[in-house]
């Protein structure tokens, strides 16, 4: 793994101040995240009533991670990861004081919402991929599984569950305070990261090397090591099948179940309390009954969750459904991070994990679009079965190999393909 200086290397790991800092900044920033999640698109809607400039925002929201991404990891593996975090979080307060302004003066034409959402995302590619190099780089090889723990905590109390509430809150008042919020919770993040030590982590030269030939270097890295293949495959399969159960799971829910609509955000508060709990046991089940042998459980559950949504005759069948996607979802977060972080070579580290969403993000909306049709076919029913025939089969197969790479001995390639 790549090097961490000696200033970090004395207060390292998740009990080091170095890391509380860093876990604040998340937590701060991922409430605001949550909060924009969540009014954002409430926004458009309610403003213009219009369901093209609703998809219109929320695909510019996307479109970074697909456009941006890679080239974004590629600059981060060039640039000391806690300046390009911190210049992260003050643009982005910049970037959403001003949506505050634009939505409160009303002058919001749908062109300039879907412009600032791109723009905010387009910086979240680089923070998000510094961020992993920080995380690494503070709490270290040993803390790794403990540090992603938290993370995944902090990211679904606060995208998840307090994010959406505060949203629910103020958007009654003045949805410019939803923006408002969102902009001083970056301002306060970057606070925070300034205050954590400013890690210099081991890299390769590449002078003269261009940004192209490094953003292929990262993406053949990750498609050629057998231990992230496997990884990535395990993650795409599963993250196509999620997307193709959130298409339909409300209509299942009202349709089938026979759930009031307002009941609904329910199942989603329960499959975060799932995740919460996992988070939280994680690190010791894994230490107790191995890495891999979790990752697959974890698989297993998410497929029964799936698998028990789509049998359930009565409406408290789906909140057990989700909670045990959640427990699943949780557990393989958590481990699926960790390992990936193993595997990837320091000076790697931000192309692989920006080509990692790019993969595991960019072919969701393909299980999405799937949904319908398959659908309109069959039965609604039939997706979730579907989903959870996937995930199952992808747990059996892809067992023995995450049985076999990747564990905490496990030591990646330090230099070229």
């Not at 990262?218 to 999620?242: E, N, P």
């Amino acid at each position: 793994m790549s090097r961490p200086d000696e200033k970090v290397a004395e207060g390292s790991g998740v009990r080091g101040p170095g890391f509380r800092r860093l876990f604040l900044a998340w937590s701060v920033s991922l409430v605001g995240d949550g909060v924009r999640a969540a009014a954002l698109p409430l926004y458009v809607a309610v403003s213009t009533g219009d369901p093209l400039a609703a998809s219109a925002v929320v695909a510019a929201e996307l479109l970074p991670w697909l456009l941006v991404a890679l080239p974004a990891g590629a600059l981060v593996d060039r640039w000391r990861p806690r300046t390009v975090v911190l210049t992260a979080y003050a643009i982005r307060a910049v970037l959403t004081a001003v949506l505050a302004a634009v939505v409160f003066t009303g002058n919001d034409p749908v062109i300039v919402l879907a412009l600032l959402a791109f723009l905010l995302t387009t910086v979240e590619t680089f923070a998000d991929s510094a961020s992993q190099l920080l995380l690494v780089e503070i709490a270290g090889p040993a803390d790794l599984d403990r540090a992603n723990s938290r993370f995944v905590t902090a990211e679904t109390i606060g995208v998840d569950l307090a994010g959406p509430l505060a949203a629910s809150l103020l958007f009654v008042w003045e949805p410019a305070a939803c923006f408002a919020l969102d902009a001083v919770s970056f301002a306060v993040a970057a606070w925070y990261v300034a205050r954590v030590p400013d890690v210099v982590p081991h890299r390769e030269k590449h002078d003269g090397e261009s940004l192209v030939r490094q953003v292929v270097e990262g993406v053949r890295y990750l498609l050629t090591d057998r231990s992230l293949r496997v990884l990535v495959l395990a993650v795409v399969l599963c993250a196509m099948s999620a997307a193709a159960v959130n298409v339909v799971s409300a209509l299942f829910a009202i349709q089938v179940l026979g759930f009031a609509p307002e009941l609904v955000p329910t199942l989603m508060v329960t499959m975060a309390l799932g995740i919460l709990l996992a988070a939280r046991v994680t690190p010791a089940l894994g230490a107790r009954v191995g890495e891999g042998v979790l990752m697959i459980i974890s698989l297993l559950l998410v497929a029964g969750g799936f698998a028990l949504l789509a049998a359930a005759v009565v409406p408290a069948l789906a909140w057990v459904a989700y909670f045990v996607t959640g427990l699943g979802s949780g557990c393989w977060n958590v481990l699926s991070a960790t390992r990936r972080q193993r595997l990837t070579p320091g000076h790697l580290m931000g192309r692989i994990s920006s080509g990692y969403r790019v993969l595991a993000w960019g072919l969701m909306p393909v299980g999405a679009a799937l949904a319908g049709p398959i659908a309109g076919a069959t039965t609604l029913g039939t997706v979730l079965f579907g989903a959870a025939v996937i995930v199952a089969t992808t747990a059996v197969v892809l067992g023995g190999p995450l049985l076999r790479t990747g564990g905490p001995g496990h030591a990646p390639r330090s230099s070229g393909i």
